[in-house]
């Protein structure tokens, strides 16, 4: 199966920024489509951004102009690099790919923004 290993959380003010990394491992087969999802102490899980293999983009409207989700050309790699951060935006961000009908997660990397 599918490993997805989550790097780049942790502390930054308000208007500062982050850049989240996860490596795919355990499939020669390139994911068709990678995202990032966080999920907040008694909130369901929510999309926060997604690329396919065409690098076709999708994003929640709170994150708009501010995130930009990207992915490595020769790897299964997805990066979100997240700008202008505010305290909404303190969560567990989970990475996400899809391999045929399963979907695969990462253990989740906390990002808190906090002055």
């Known amino acids: 199966q599918v490993q997805l290993v989550e790097s780049g959380g942790g502390l930054v003010q308000p208007g500062g920024s982050l850049r989240l990394s996860c490596a795919a491992s355990?499939?020669?087969?390139?994911?068709?489509?990678m995202g990032w999802y966080r999920q907040a102490p008694g909130k369901q899980r929510e999309l926060v951004a997604a690329?396919?293999?065409?690098?076709?983009?999708n994003y929640a409207d709170s994150v708009k102009g501010r995130f930009t989700i990207s992915r490595a050309n020769a790897k299964n790699t997805v990066y979100l690099q997240m700008n202008s951060l505010k305290p909404e935006d303190t969560d567990v961000y989970y990475c996400?790919?899809?391999?045929?009908?399963?979907?695969?997660w990462g253990k989740g990397t906390l990002v808190t923004v906090s002055s």
């Open positions: 996400n790919a899809v391999l045929g009908q399963v979907d695969y």
């Open positions: 355990g499939s020669s087969f390139r994911i068709n489509t």
């Open positions: 690329i396919t293999s065409g690098d076709t983009t």
